[in-house]
C-alpha cells in the first residue's frame, strides 16, 4: 500500500519561505507524475504544481516563480520550495503522486482527479 507523509508545514511571516517534504513509501515503481495540491477550508482544492519522473514541472499561475518543485527520486521524497509567501497562501497543502505513465495523461496536463494517491495534508500559515 503506497503512503504518502507530508511535513514541513507551520507558520510564517509575509514574504518568509518554507520547504514542505513529502515522503513515499510502499511503491514498487517510481511514481511518473507526483503533484502538489492545496485547500482553504471551504474552498475546492487546487493545483500548486506537478512533477514528472523526468523531472519536468507545471506550476499554477498564482505561484509560478515563488514555488519550485524537486525530488530525491532515490529516496522517494518530493519537495515544494515556498518563497516570497503571501496571505493567500495560506492552505493545507496535499502531495499527490500517480504511477500511471503518460499513456493515460501528461503529468503537466493532470488535475486533482488524475492522481491515485494522496497524503494526509501538512498545514501553512502566512501571517502579516
Known amino acids: 500500500q503506497v503512503q504518502l507523509v507530508e511535513s514541513g508545514g507551520g507558520s510564517v511571516q509575509v514574504g518568509g519561505s518554507l520547504r514542505l517534504s513529502c515522503a513515499a513509501s510502499?511503491?514498487?515503481?517510481?511514481?511518473?507524475?507526483l503533484g502538489w495540491f492545496r485547500q482553504v477550508p471551504g474552498k475546492a482544492r487546487e493545483g500548486v504544481g506537478v512533477?514528472?519522473?523526468?523531472?519536468?514541472?507545471r506550476y499554477s499561475d498564482s505561484v509560478k516563480g515563488r514555488f519550485t518543485i524537486s525530488q530525491d527520486s532515490a529516496n522517494n521524497i518530493l519537495y515544494l520550495q515556498m518563497n516570497s509567501l503571501k496571505p493567500e497562501d495560506t492552505a493545507i497543502y496535499y502531495c499527490?503522486?500517480?504511477?500511471?505513465?503518460?499513456?493515460?495523461?501528461?503529468?503537466?496536463?493532470?488535475?486533482?482527479?488524475?492522481?491515485?494517491?494522496w497524503g494526509q495534508g501538512t498545514e501553512v500559515t502566512v501571517s502579516t
Open positions: 510502499g511503491n514498487r515503481y517510481p511514481m511518473y507524475c
Open positions: 512533477i514528472d519522473s523526468s523531472h519536468d514541472t
Open positions: 499527490a503522486a500517480d504511477a500511471r505513465g503518460s499513456y493515460y495523461r501528461f503529468c503537466r496536463d493532470r488535475g486533482q482527479d488524475d492522481f491515485q494517491y
